[in-house]
């Protein structure tokens, strides 16, 4: 079975650019999840995504936005790149929404802002 | 204080020792904890979930839960090299259903 899938896998932009990071959840699981991991600190929460809708959003500001497809496939989108946006950026996916369960993390897009 | 607390570690065991990773949450009510483990430049693979207190063995692994100290441990018995890497405790907070809270992790290092 295919894991969770994300493209690019390293991004290089300046500040000021807008960036779209791209995720594959496991066939069947509807619900995605993206966190960001900077270098140094742990990972972040940053959007929940489950049969199309956003569910939660963490502590990040407007610029960070994303969408989920029919398909259960998701984008990320970061607008007007700041250098403190440098981090490794991983979608996870689950079979549902609920408080138990389990998710599995994709290999991550590294993104670098110059 | 951080939501989710682990010792940054290093951790160093010995090959076939038995290495002890803990993990302490502040929500009392949460629900559901994982572990994961995240090799350098990699992303974080899911070792176990623990959901209820005591003990889930899996392997080598065994997860130890306990609600009331609000503490989550893994156990790895049989250290290998291969286990060197670093543990990631996250917990799904009530009310926030389905976000997880991570822990920093504790670099684990398994020594010849």
């Known amino acids: 079975e295919a894991g969770v899938t994300q493209s690019p896998t390293h991004l290089i932009k300046t500040r000021g650019q807008q960036v779209t990071l791209r995720c594959s959840p496991i066939?069947?699981?509807?619900?995605v999840y993206w966190y960001q991991q900077a270098l140094g600190l742990g990972l972040q929460f940053l959007l929940w995504?489950?049969?199309?809708?956003?569910?939660n959003r963490g502590n990040f500001p407007p610029r960070f936005s994303g969408r989920q497809f029919p398909n259960y496939s998701s984008e990320l989108n970061v607008n007007a790149l700041e250098l403190e946006d440098s981090a490794l950026y991983l979608c996870?996916?689950?079979?549902?929404?609920?408080?138990?369960?389990?998710?599995?993390f994709g290999p991550g897009t590294r993104l670098t802002v110059l | 204080q951080k939501e989710v607390e682990q010792n940054s570690g290093p951790l160093s065991v010995p090959e076939g020792a038995i290495a002890s990773l803990n993990c302490t949450y502040s929500?009392?009510?949460?629900?559901?904890f994982f572990w994961y483990r995240q090799y350098s430049g990699k992303s974080p693979e899911l070792i176990m979930s623990?959901?209820?207190?005591g003990d889930k063995e899996d392997g080598r692994f065994t997860a130890q839960l306990n609600k009331a100290s609000q503490y989550v441990s893994l156990l790895i018995r049989d250290s290998q090299p291969s286990d060197s890497a670093t543990y990631l405790c996250?917990?799904?907070?009530?009310?926030?259903?389905?976000?997880?809270?991570f822990g920093t992790g504790t670099r684990l290092q398994v020594t010849l």
């Open positions: 066939s069947g699981h509807t619900s």
């Open positions: 623990i959901y209820s207190n």
């Open positions: 995504y489950d049969e199309g809708e956003e569910r």
């Open positions: 996870a996916s689950s079979l549902a929404g609920g408080p138990h369960n389990e998710q599995f």
């Open positions: 929500d009392r009510v949460s629900q559901s």
């Open positions: 996250a917990v799904n907070p009530t009310g926030t259903a389905s976000k997880l809270t």
